[in-house]
């Protein structure tokens, strides 16, 4: 089954009022959930930010989400 990771950036909320969190698939999907898990974890650590500022989200191809890095932190 493919799998999808969504990247979510954290910003600091903005002047204009307009708070919408930046987010974007990776281009490729992944044969396994820890393959997507590992493109995820090295794509956060070639953004030029905070990792900690960054967040993704496993889905699998109904769009269902299998796991988040904040359930991987806790």
Same mark, same amino acid.
């Given at each position: ?13 903005? %002047? ?9 698939? &990776? !281009?490729?999907?992944?044969? =396994? #959930?820890?393959? %997507? ?9 070639? &953004? !030029?930010?905070?990792?900690? =500022? #960054?967040?993704? %989200? ?17």
């Amino acid at each position: 089954m493919p799998y999808a990771v969504e990247i979510t950036l954290a910003e600091p909320p903005s %002047a204009d009022g307009d708070d919408a969190l930046p987010m974007y698939l &990776l !281009p490729d999907t992944f044969d =396994t #959930v820890g393959d %997507a898990k590992a493109a995820a974890e090295a794509h956060i650590a070639g &953004l !030029p930010r905070d990792p900690a =500022t #960054v967040f993704f %989200a496993i889905t699998d191809q109904n769009g269902l989400t299998v796991t988040t890095s904040a359930e991987q932190a806790g």
